[in-house]
């Protein structure tokens, strides 16, 4: 189920990323974190083989359970990052 969004009026410029390999659209000063709950992405990472995926706790940087590949650099905190423009996220809780 996907969040309701705010007005695109309140929101910032619209950006294009991809997460896993979907283009999006996101909106500057929204964090990974947000754009991907509205999106219905729950599941960010899988820590180990037999373990449950993991998603944020948090929502602040303290857990770093939100972590994710951006641009090819692992462990970002998804919470913590803000999108850009051609900006690349991977989750491993596909």
């Keep these: 189920m ?4 705010l007005p695109t009026s309140r929101r910032g410029r619209p950006v294009g990323i991809r997460v896993d390999g979907r283009p999006l659209t996101a909106f500057e000063g929204e964090t990974v974190f947000a754009v ?3 999106e219905g992405i729950f599941a960010l990472r899988r820590p180990a083989a037999g373990h449950p995926v993991r ?3 948090c929502g602040m940087g303290a857990c770093q359970e939100c972590r994710v590949r951006i641009d090819g ?22």
């Design 36 to 38: 991907l709950c509205l």
């Design 2 to 5: 996907k969040g309701k969004r």
């Design 55 to 57: 998603g944020a706790l």
């Design 73 to 94: 650099i692992p462990d970002r905190r998804a919470c913590m990052t803000l999108v850009r423009e051609g900006m690349e996220i991977e989750t491993g809780g596909r």
